[in-house]
C-alpha cells in the first residue's frame, strides 16, 4: 500500500529504497556532543529517560574519528548486508551543539565517501538558530539532508515532568524557521508518558497539521543509569503494555498524513541496559503485531487525515 510494500505505513526504510533505487542503511555517529540539559546551560539534570550514551546505541566508540566511524560502518554494514548506499546519522545527544564553524568540520567530515547519499542531525528544537540551519541547508542540494528534533509531547506538563528543558511554542518556532530553509523535519515523539489516549491523539493531530515530514515513535523505558530507572525503581511509575502500545501506534499512525514518513514504531537495541518494559527488546514481534492490527482494522496510516484517499481494504 506504500512504496510498492504490503505495509499499511509509509515506512522510511522502504521510502528510501523507492527514493534512490537500493536499501539504504544508516550509519549512526557519535561525534562527541552533549546537551544544554545536562551541563546546565539551559538546565540541568538532563530528560528523566536519557542515559549516559545519549540515546546512542554505543555501535561505535566515539574515541574513533566521525570519518573513522563512517568507515567502519560502510565496511561491517557492506560485509554483513552487501549495502551500497547509506546515510550518515548524527544520534547521540544534541548534534547542533557546537559553534557553527565546528560543526561544519564535523558534518563534512561525515560525507567522505562517494557512497553517502543522505546526511540525518538529531538534536533539540531549543539548539538551533539561523546561522547552523543556512549550514545544513547548505547540504540539501546534494544530500539527502534531515534534522531529527526532540518534541516528546506537544503538553507542557508532560515535557516539565520528562525535564525536557523547553516547552511546546520552542519546538514550534524551530520547525517552522527549519521548514522555511527547506530541511526535512522527523519529529521524535515518546509514547507511554502518563497521558491519557487523547492526549496522546492531540500530539499526533498537531503533527498532522503541521504535515511534518517524518515521525519517530518511542516506547518510553526505563534504562540503566537514568532518573527514570530510579523512579521505576521506588514504584512510582508503570509503563504501557504492548498491546496497549500497538493499538496506540495505530490509533496515531491514522491520524498523520499518509506522505508522512514513518521512521521508528519499535524499540531497538538497549538489550543489556534495559530495565522495563521487557517486551521492547523484541523488535520484530513488535513490528509483526502493528502490520496485523491494521490488517484486522482495515484501516491504514493516514485514514482519519482530511481528504485522505480511501484505498481497498
Same mark, same amino acid.
Given at each position: ?101 565546528? /560543526?561544519?568540520? @564535523? &558534518?563534512?567530515?561525515?560525507?567522505? *565517501? ?6 540525518? +542531525?538529531? !538534536?533539540?528544537? =531549543? ?100 532518573? /527514570?530507572?530510579? @523512579? &521505576?525503581?521506588?514504584?512510582?511509575? *508503570? ?6 502500545? +500497538?493499538? !496506540?501506534?495505530? =490509533? ?62
Amino acid at each position: 500500500m506504500f512504496n510498492g510494500t504490503d505495509k499499511r505505513y509509509n515506512q522510511f526504510s522502504a521510502h528510501l529504497k523507492n527514493k534512490f533505487g537500493a536499501k539504504v542503511y544508516k550509519i549512526t555517529l557519535d561525534a562527541g556532543f552533549s546537551c544544554p540539559n545536562r551541563d546546565g546551560a539551559i538546565s540541568k539534570g538532563g530528560c528523566i529517560f536519557c542515559d549516559d550514551g545519549g540515546s546512542f546505541s554505543q555501535a561505535h566508540s566515539n574515541l574513533l574519528s566521525v570519518e573513522e566511524q563512517v568507515k567502519v560502518g560502510i565496511k561491517n554494514l557492506s560485509e554483513r548486508f552487501k549495502a551500497e548506499k547509506f546515510m550518515s546519522y548524527f544520534q547521540a545527544f544534541s548534534n547542533t551543539y557546537k559553534p557553527v564553524g565546528e /560543526l561544519e568540520e @564535523i &558534518y563534512n567530515s561525515a560525507l567522505c *565517501d562517494d557512497r553517502i547519499i543522505g546526511l540525518s +542531525i538529531g !538534536t533539540r528544537p =531549543d539548539c538551533v538558530d539561523d546561522e547552523k540551519l543556512k549550514l545544513i541547508s547548505g547540504y540539501k542540494d546534494d544530500y539527502y539532508t534531515w534534522i531529527e528534533y526532540g518534541l516528546q509531547s506537544i503538553h507542557d506538563k508532560t515535557l516539565k515532568k520528562i525535564n525536557r528543558g523547553h516547552d511546546f511554542d520552542c519546538f514550534l518556532r524551530a520547525y517552522e524557521k527549519t521548514k522555511e530553509y527547506g530541511i526535512n523535519v522527523c519529529v521524535h515523539v515518546i509514547l507511554g508518558l502518563w497521558e491519557s489516549h487523547e492526549e496522546i491523539m492531540q500530539t499526533a493531530k498537531k503533527l498532522a497539521e503541521l504535515k511534518v515530514d517524518g515521525v519517530k515513535i518511542h516506547q518510553l523505558c526505563a534504562l540503566e543509569n537514568t532518573k /527514570l530507572a530510579d @523512579i &521505576y525503581r521506588a514504584g512510582e511509575v *508503570d509503563f504501557m503494555s504492548e498491546d496497549d502500545y +500497538i493499538k !496506540t501506534v495505530c =490509533d496515531f499512525l491514522e491520524y498523520l498524513p499518509p506522505n508522512t514518513t514513518i521512521h521508528r514504531l519499535a524499540g531497538n537495541g538497549f538489550s543489556k541496559t534495559l530495565i522495563e518494559p521487557k517486551w521492547l527488546g523484541k523488535k520484530m514481534d513488535c513490528l509483526n503485531k502493528i502490520d496485523r492490527e491494521f490488517i484486522s482494522r482495515k484501516t491504514y496510516q493516514g485514514v482519519k487525515f482530511p481528504n485522505a484517499v480511501k484505498l481497498s481494504d
